[in-house]
């Protein structure tokens, strides 16, 4: 990737905006990889040496197939496609980086996780339940004051944690195409852009959204559903969540770089998906679910336990299908064999694997059993990056 002319950059950051961002061309593009300079960011540095992950290389990775809106081709003919907007993909195998490739961006350079970031704001609620400071079963009230009397207050914890509160807050391709709806609310929220006329915080528009229909009915892809586990984490926890994911995660890994938490204008973490790092690093904080830990931190920060409840969290295919995004998410991986979604996870399969998706086709798959991440940046509305994830994961090169 080359650099930009400097007017160029100005240019394409004078246009940033929501709807840009969701449109995912060139103003998109540049954001991706420059959002301190338009946030407010907490920097999160570990206190470890950075530790290079080994080399493995097994070309063999690249040609393995699938059908995407492309036609039909190898993953090495996707990447190299200019209509693929893939900006970099990562296979880890036992530790090891056996498939690298960066079409469209430089290694050090950090980039947007989207929402692969929301399993980080689910790790740290499943700290404060392994703790005893949490019941999953308990509301939300019982924790958070400032959502103890909103249509919050009576949603459990676990709901929230499956993205079932039954809230008007769904995150979708519709919402977002709706500029009344509440994901577009929380979003203006958070980039500081008057709502209507009015700007507002993100906890006022937590606090405003009203119940839809009763929590754990179905699955409800939301962002604002993310964003109430930050401020449950605090509330618990009484440290900012940057800080409380620091001293618990990132502080013990040993990152390429820091990873870059972008806040709200008044300072809260954007946890659900604007979190910024290179791509190693993001594969890194997958390797926490797996036997080669080790290889990326120097404490383990994601126990046995904290697998076990999001492998048998899952509740039945029909919940998971009757919301907006249970379909698409069949469609999008081109397969049906899910369980369902779980813990701030898009997908669950029976093989226990892990699937966390994100807006302009982010992604990080994460197979425990088999001791393999896969992890990918993009920037493109149309997510096909990941047709290739299960076609990789059971193909058995990487058995």
Request: net charge negative.
């Amino acid at each position: 990737m080359t650099d930009l002319a400097a007017d160029t950059s100005y240019r394409l950051r004078s246009q940033v905006s929501i709807p840009k961002l969701i449109e995912a061309g060139d103003v998109a593009h540049w954001w991706c990889t420059h959002i301190s300079e338009c946030m407010p960011t907490a920097m999160l540095h570990s206190r470890q040496a950075t530790v290079p992950l080994e080399q493995a290389p097994m070309d063999e990775v690249f040609d393995i197939h699938a059908e995407t809106d492309l036609g039909k081709g190898s993953l090495r003919e996707f990447l190299a496609h200019p209509q693929s907007r893939a900006r970099a993909f990562l296979v880890v195998k036992n530790g090891r980086i056996v498939a690298e490739s960066y079409p469209d961006l430089r290694p050090e350079q950090p980039h947007l996780w989207a929402s692969c970031a929301k399993p980080t704001a689910g790790l740290m609620i499943e700290h404060l339940i392994d703790e005893g400071l949490i019941d999953d079963a308990r509301t939300l009230g019982e924790y958070v004051p400032a959502l103890r009397d909103t249509d919050w207050g009576m949603v459990t914890v676990r709901d929230i944690m499956d993205m079932a509160p039954g809230m008007d807050c769904e995150d979708t391709e519709i919402t977002r195409e709706n500029p009344k709806s509440n994901a577009i609310r929380a979003y203006c929220a958070e980039f500081n852009v008057p709502f209507g006329d009015k700007l507002e915080t993100l906890l006022e528009v937590l606090q405003d959204v009203p119940r839809q229909c009763p929590p754990g009915e179905k699955f409800e892809y939301s962002s604002p559903c993310t964003q109430v586990l930050v401020f449950l984490a605090e509330a618990v926890s009484g440290k900012r969540w940057p800080d409380l994911f620091r001293d618990r995660v990132w502080s013990h890994v040993t990152a390429d770089g820091p990873m870059q938490v972008h806040l709200t204008p008044d300072g809260v973490a954007c946890a659900h998906g604007i979190v910024s790092s290179t791509l190693r690093d993001m594969a890194r904080f997958g390797m926490l679910y797996t036997p080669s830990w080790r290889r990326a931190a120097v404490t383990q920060v994601v126990g046995d336990g904290v697998i076990r409840r999001i492998r048998t969290a899952v509740r039945e295919k029909p919940f998971f299908m009757k919301g907006f995004d249970g379909p698409v998410f069949v469609d999008r991986l081109g397969d049906d064999t899910m369980q369902g979604n779980a813990r701030q996870w898009d997908c669950i399969w029976p093989d226990g694997d892990l699937y966390k998706g994100g807006l302009m086709d982010q992604g990080l798959y994460v197979c425990p059993s088999r001791d393999l991440v896969i992890a990918y940046f993009s920037t493109t509305p149309h997510m096909q990056l990941t047709r290739y994830l299960r076609p990789i994961a059971t193909s058995g090169l990487l058995a």
